[in-house]
């Protein structure tokens, strides 16, 4: 139990958000109209978000449709790029923590 919570501790929150949010996009259909939004101006009745569309247009891109991908939302491509450069940074980042020796041990033996 106490290493499934070292484990946890170690494991970064927002890379497997990202990462579960890039694996939604990719199974979405971005062809039919969706009826559910994540966008809080939306939900309130505000017609225009600047960020409205970023992820159809990721969909878009996952199904090799560059045009309505660019065209759903210009910074789509580069919001993709930036993400994945993200979790790349954050599993980094979580590997060096894994690979950390634990506070205390020392990798040097004493010879006495």
Known sequence: MNRLKNIITKINFE??????????LLFINPYEVQEFTFCPFHNMGIEY???C???????FLYH?????SFQTHPLGIA???LILLR???LAKQTINNFQQPKRGASWQTSTN
């Not at 890379?15 to 939604?24: H, I, V």
């Not at 569309?53 to 969909?59: E, F, P």
């Open 64 to 68: 090799g449709d560059l045009t309505d």
């Open 15 to 24: 890379a497997l958000l990202w990462s579960f949010a890039l694996l939604y």
């Open 79 to 81: 919001a993709f790029v």
């Open 53 to 59: 569309g970023l992820g159809r247009s990721i969909s």
């Open 49 to 51: 978000c600047p960020g």
């Open 87 to 89: 979790i790349i940074k």
